[in-house]
């Protein structure tokens, strides 16, 4: 039936009338290349421990950890982000044990690049997993100490490194630290070592499953002077820029979905890659709602991840990414 009573003269619908069409006209390209997966790493032969408010994610020993890594690789995702889950006894004021060579963490990136050279591992530099008061700076009579925890996080950094890191990615949000990263790790000749900064953090609500599976809330107070305020658009600018000042390879923003605004700033006005995080609670709120029947996980995950794509994110840290890059087989 001829549908032609108006004369119009634009038919936007014309550009959609096909699958090839629309195909056509698609401006952002979503694929496993573009995915990090990050993965939560615990002591243990053959481990999988559950993570009540992640479905289907897990704290997992290295066997483990190493066959999700291969099966990520495989699927076209070019890089983890590792996360360790330490016991409390090794835990102390001054995260001591993240420099250990033969800490859980540079265990598990040694074996990784060793099975898998060609996967990049990025590993995240900040105090709270190791860290007694659960903060990601040193803690003194209640107040997180910036300059004390810059020295902290230089050795982290560096003994990442040599365990053969392809990036650290400090999430503290301290001043300066990156400068003091870059430093620390050019001085151990460590130069081929890129940085991942974790630019534009805020003070989420969407963390709260990633602490409970690292076990690492802060044990008093919260993360309020070092993170940023959700409140703010420009400050993001500032800390961004700092961090591309200091040295950063790649800038990041985090959480996502809930700051697409700040990613299309960020990646209108830099000059390096623009990484996005879809933390957690993003995860969480995607997986209830599907588990409730109540909207569609597999296409909620999708668009969602285009949206962070299509605001202006070059990489996607998701912990849907295995799911995602399985169905694009
Ligand atoms: C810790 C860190 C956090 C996340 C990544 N690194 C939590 C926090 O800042 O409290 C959150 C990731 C997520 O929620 O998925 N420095």
Redesign the pocket.
């Known amino acids: 039936m001829p549908d032609t009573q108006y004369d119009l003269p634009f038919r936007p619908r014309r550009n959609r009338r096909s699958a090839a069409l629309r195909g056509l006209m698609r401006e952002t390209e979503l694929s496993p290349a573009h995915l990090i997966l990050?993965l939560f790493v615990t002591e243990g032969e053959d481990t999988r421990i559950p993570i009540g408010a992640m479905p289907g994610c897990y704290r997992l020993s290295l066997g483990n950890t190493l066959a999700l890594a291969r099966e990520a690789h495989s699927l076209g995702i070019p890089a983890v982000a590792l996360?360790p889950a330490l016991a409390e006894g090794s835990k102390d004021k001054r995260a001591t044990e993240s420099t250990n060579p033969d800490g859980l963490l540079q265990r598990t990136v040694r074996s990784l690049k060793d099975a898998l050279p060609g996967l990049a591992v990025i590993t995240?530099v900040?105090m709270?997993?190791y860290s007694s008061d659960g903060h990601?700076g040193y803690v003194e009579n209640g107040e997180i100490l910036n300059d004390i925890t810059l020295e902290i996080l230089a050795g982290m950094a560096v003994s990442q490194a040599e365990a053969g890191a392809d990036l650290v990615a400090p999430?503290?949000m301290m001043d300066g630290r990156v400068g003091v990263i870059r430093e620390a790790l050019d001085d151990a000749g460590l130069t081929n070592t890129g940085i991942l900064a974790?630019s534009a953090?805020y003070a989420?609500s969407?963390?709260?499953?990633?602490?409970e599976a690292?076990d690492?809330?802060?044990r008093s107070g919260d993360?309020k002077t070092y993170?940023m305020d959700p409140a703010n658009r420009r400050e993001a600018m500032r800390e961004v820029m700092l961090d591309v000042m200091e040295g950063a390879d790649i800038v990041m923003v985090?959480?996502a979905l809930a700051y697409l605004d700040v990613i299309a700033d960020v990646a209108s006005s830099v000059d390096v890659p623009v990484a996005a995080?879809q933390?957690?609670?993003?995860?969480a709120m995607i997986k209830a709602a599907a588990a409730n029947g109540w909207l569609d996980e597999e296409r909620a995950v999708a668009e969602t991840l285009t949206a962070i794509r299509r605001a202006g994110a070059d990489m996607i840290?998701t912990?849907f990414a295995i799911d995602y890059a399985r169905r694009m087989q």
């Open positions: 990050p996360f995240d900040a709270d997993p990601d999430s503290d974790y953090k989420s969407f963390y709260g499953p990633f602490r690292l690492s809330a802060p993360k993170q985090k959480p995080y933390v957690s609670g993003e995860y840290l912990y």
